[in-house]
């Protein structure tokens, strides 16, 4: 009798004892229970500013990693199953992550491709002519619009987040980025008109070429990806160009070996500068880029003094 009123109690503080984990878990904070999965540093950077502390946020792609190529563990690519709201960038930039994403939208899992939200453009010259450029980010008014859209679709999708302090939040941002874009036009516009030309690694700063009236007359890697690769005659051609229009610097992205810019300045037989910019990628804390921000800001510093004669 006494073994089975022991027996009886020490189930009555089992079943007490998770009946108030039970209750601690009910309670817990949103940002515990949610979780949004961010493929790209870039937008990983301004979704936790637009979301804060409402929500676990897991960004796939490390710093200084190239968006084109990177891939993700098993481990990760199970969190695109569990998450509230997938974000990528869309367009065709995500290559080693593409399976991935589209696995998650066919699963039901609410996923937002930012890309096609901000009036993207397509590429207008060499191998990917006519495809979608992904690259939108090197234009702050663009970025201003995503800032919005991504704030929408965490209200809409991410369950627990306060929806007045993550349009707050967006309301901030928006304002940062506009008040970046009117700095970046007053150093851009310093510029001569005969030295606004950009030759980069790949086809990467079409978008900042319109907003700031530059011309792209090549890129080492006649392609929008980083994953192609430049025949001879490729380079013979852009170094001729090169020579031709008196291009004062090439742009190579950090993340990216400039082994072949450097070839290409060579071949031109010119003085050119091979100058590094965070084109695709952000940075680890401390090495000029670890914001969108400050990648934004290093950037147009960089090419204005390029270029600004």
Known sequence: MRAATGFRSRVAALVTGLLALLAIAGC??????????????????????????????????????????????????????????????????????????????QAGVPTLAVGEHVDPLRYAQDESAGAPDPHFWTDPVRVARAVDVISRHVVEHVDGVDP??????????????????????????????????????????????QRYDFEVIGAVIPSGTTLASPSASDLAGLAEQITTEGVPAIFADTSQPDRLARALAEQAGVQVRIVPLF???????????????????????????????
């Open 164 to 209: 007045a302090v993550v349009r707050a939040n967006a309301e901030r941002y928006r304002g940062e980025v506009e008040a970046l874009h009117a700095t970046i036009s007053e150093q851009f516009a310093a510029i001569p008109p005969e030295r606004r030309t950009l030759v980069t690694n790949h086809h990467v700063f079409g978008y900042l070429a």
């Open 28 to 105: 817990a904070p949103a940002a515990e229970r949610v979780q949004v999965v961010v493929t790209t540093n870039v937008l990983g950077d301004i979704t936790r500013e637009i979301i804060g502390d409402q929500a676990r946020i897991s960004v796939l792609m490390k710093p200084n990693a190239d968006p084109h190529s990177f891939g993700v563990s098993a481990q990760q690519a199970a969190q695109f199953e569990r998450a509230d709201l997938v974000i990528a960038n869309g367009l065709g930039l995500e290559e080693g992550v593409a399976r991935n994403i589209d696995a998650a939208a």
């Open 279 to 309: 084109s695709e990628s952000l940075s680890r804390p401390g090495e000029g880029a670890a914001t969108y921000l400050e990648m934004t800001t290093h950037n147009a510093n960089a090419i204005a003094t390029a270029l600004g004669g």
